[in-house]
């Protein structure tokens, strides 16, 4: 089966050229992020395979399925990005890949944690240079802190079993209450006990339209006085000009951010010798206790071989007529 791969990079080409010797489609790679210029790419391809910061709004659809594609395989668990009414409309398959590394983004959820509170970036900046000092870059025990978790599916129960391993008190907020989250002692409250109690607050939330923005000015204004706050889910649950506006106060202590809400004018792309044109993510980088990657928390070896074969094993079912309960929609 033919599909057209965007938005690839090297790293994407190695792991699923592995994972395709068993499958055998014909995969396109395009560099291009997907959008309703660059959709005609995908001409006389069945199948497109799409990242997080791809365009399959109704436009794109609309365009993909007259130039012939019947599946839409993503490469990630999150479909904020995907009309799926406009894909049911198409009849389009819509299939994803649910759950690849908990442990990949969990850990590097925790690792931003213990670098914002310890001051990592800033002290490795400083040896470098010869700075030998310790001020400025005093932190807390994470033992005895209260963290907060907004959202405890997989990433959110790998990050508390982590964090109960330091000894942390752990309150969590949720629409439903995961057994094993409570078996750890995670204590279920309220969003607003969350933000009240919490020395960190983490997201691990997916994004729809009742969850965009939840963290704006009213929920930072909860908080506690030098909350550390960090994101490594969607960018858009937080409201990004309210979050500097709480840094700029002070009440917000520390940010780690692994994710944007918008972030696909930016990530993955070499932008090094470029202004940067986005007001509000250039303000960001002024804060020295402003920690961010470019969603790279899916990061690891394991994430990247369990992404490539869940896609390719929903692209061969898909060609055969058959499921994998990985499936969105389908006709």
């Known amino acids: 089966m033919r599909i057209s791969f965007f938005s690839t990079h090297a790293f994407d080409r190695e792991f699923f050229d592995d994972a395709n010797r068993s499958h055998g489609h014909e995969i396109q790679y395009l560099e291009a992020r997907l959008t309703p210029v660059t959709s005609q790419l995908a001409a006389g391809a069945r199948g497109v395979c799409a990242f997080v910061n791809d365009d399959l709004g109704g436009e794109v659809l609309t365009a993909l399925h007259a130039g012939g594609v019947r599946l839409i395989a993503l490469r990630s668990a999150g479909f904020n990005h995907v009309d799926l009414p406009k894909a049911i409309d198409l009849g389009l398959t819509v299939a994803r890949v649910p759950a690849y590394s908990p442990h990949a983004v969990a850990e590097h959820t925790v690792a931003m944690m213990l670098s914002l509170n310890r001051k990592i970036h800033r002290a490795h900046a400083r040896v470098r240079e010869g700075n030998f000092a310790l001020d400025g870059l005093l932190g807390f025990d994470m033992h005895g802190r209260t963290v907060g978790l907004v959202g405890t599916g997989k990433i959110g129960t790998v990050v508390a079993r ?51 923005h939840m963290v704006d000015a009213a929920a930072i204004a909860q908080m506690k006085p030098g909350v550390m706050f960090v994101n490594t889910s969607r960018g858009a649950l937080v409201d990004t000009a309210a979050l500097i506006g709480g840094l700029k106060s002070g009440h917000v202590g520390c940010v780690g951010l692994d994710v944007y809400e918008e972030e696909e004018q930016l990530f993955f792309r070499d932008l090094s010798a470029q202004v940067i044109q986005d007001d509000v993510f250039a303000r960001l980088l002024t804060f020295p206790n402003v920690l961010i990657t470019a969603h790279q928390a899916f990061f690891t070896r394991e994430a990247l071989h369990a992404i490539s074969a869940i896609t390719l094993e929903n692209v061969s079912a898909f060609d055969q007529g058959r499921r994998t309960g990985n499936e969105l929609q389908q006709p």
């Open 162 to 212: 982590i964090l109960s391993g330091f000894g942390c008190r752990l309150v969590a907020y949720d629409v439903a209450v995961n057994p094993e989250c409570a078996n750890m002692g995670v204590q279920y409250r309220s969003l607003e006990d969350v933000w009240k109690h919490s020395d960190i607050v983490s997201l691990h939330a997916p994004l729809t339209d009742d969850t965009r």
